[in-house]
């Protein structure tokens, strides 16, 4: 099951469910999933759980010690579990660290993600401007979501070419890209290291918790690009988790006119179709001339 599928199921539950009140109130997908929300002081840390019973109803267990929005995701995430078939693998990973998380679970957010926030919903609200720290904390207000949930919804689910990143103590962990950037054959390499000239870079070596936005060169995130054009990024980073995000957005004339084939590769100018080799075709090899 790939990142697509698992959106397509998670879309096709919720144009079953009545979602207008959705953002108050998270019971027509509990009831859809034929579950019940209990809430218990469980262990710093630990989010939920599910016990299903022989007469096959779920009863889902969220840490009432968390936030709000937390509590919100943990149900989502519940009942992706339960919609998916997906056995749970909580050992003692904590939620925000996608270094060691099991496919099922990040499968599992990504489920998650579609029902707080649901994309026709989403997109009749988000304003159609470029990001800014205001516009993603507005939108998860909004959705009783957290910043990092919305600044990745925001990302694959823009008309702008833009990109989310999510690093942690120094290293890209995920990346999601906006339909836009996607064709354009942009690629960050996971377990790249943060690069240097980057803002993400600059702020987590500040040793703070803080958000900043800056230009800076596309070729510091994408190593194969032409230099010398610019690109945005809004980036906050926890020091508490040393996890770090960034938000990146061209303009769109910014952007640079590549090709790509049907295999995500760019196709060259001199019409002919960059090879076959089975391998990624990033970085670099076939950088235009
Ligand atoms: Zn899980």
Wanted: aromatic share 8%; with cysteine; net charge negative.
């Amino acid at each position: 099951m790939d990142e697509a599928d698992v959106r397509q199921k998670a879309r096709a539950f919720v144009a079953n469910v009545d979602v207008s009140n959705i953002r108050e109130d998270l019971s027509p997908y509990v009831t859809a999933a034929n579950a019940k929300v209990k809430k218990d002081e469980l262990g710093e840390g630990e989010s939920g759980y599910t016990v299903t019973k022989p007469n096959g109803k779920h009863i889902i267990t969220v840490n009432s010690i968390e936030t709000d929005e937390r509590q919100r995701f943990t149900v989502c995430h519940e009942i992706a579990h339960i919609v998916l078939g997906l056995d749970s693998s909580h050992e003692e990973v904590p939620s925000w660290s996608y270094a060691k998380r099991h496919p099922n679970e990040i499968a599992c957010d990504t489920f998650a993600a579609e029902l707080l926030m649901p994309y026709q919903q989403w997109l009749s609200a988000a304003p159609k401007e470029e990001p800014s720290p205001e516009l993603i904390q507005h939108m998860a207000d909004m959705f009783c979501a957290s910043f990092p949930a919305a600044a990745s919804r925001f990302a694959s689910l823009s008309d702008m070419p833009c990109a989310f990143v999510t690093m942690e103590r120094g290293a890209v962990r995920y990346a999601a890209r906006s339909t836009a950037l996607r064709q354009a054959g942009a690629w960050i390499p996971p377990r790249s290291a943060i690069p240097a000239g980057s803002v993400a870079h600059r702020i987590r070596s500040s040793g703070n918790s803080v958000t900043e936005t800056g230009e800076v060169s596309q070729d510091v995130w994408f190593d194969n690009w032409e230099q010398g054009l610019d690109l945005w990024e809004l980036s906050r980073h926890y020091q508490r988790t040393d996890t770090t995000i960034s938000l990146l957005w061209f303009d769109s004339d910014e952007l640079p006119t590549v090709e790509v084939n049907r295999f995500g590769a760019r196709v060259e100018d001199d019409g002919g179709l960059a090879e076959l080799t089975g391998e990624l075709p990033w970085p670099g090899r076939s950088r235009r001339r």
